[in-house]
């Protein structure tokens, strides 16, 4: 799932940097995954230029866009670090 993510987004935003953690392990017995088994928690920290002069939210929404479909079924959490390459 990592590399399906990894691809999206690089292929949407090209970030110049792209760093996903898999941090589903840690979840294991949470609410949410007996809900939803096999959605995954995950970690994410990217740098990329569509972020520039962009508000948390509006990032967030392209990172959602990017992720499509995997938001509802592949992905159950996933926390976001996402800065424009100014603010590096």
Known sequence: ???EIENRLK?????TKLEIEDESGAHAHHRGARER???GHYN???VSEAFEGKSRIAR???IYEA???LMQSEIHALKIDA???SEQ
């Open 67 to 69: 992720l499509g479909g």
């Open 11 to 15: 292929s949407a935003l090209n970030p």
């Open 60 to 62: 967030h929404r392209l």
């Open 37 to 39: 088994p096999g959605a």
């Open 83 to 85: 800065k424009a390459p």
């Open 1 to 3: 799932m990592v590399n």
């Open 44 to 46: 994410l920290f990217i």
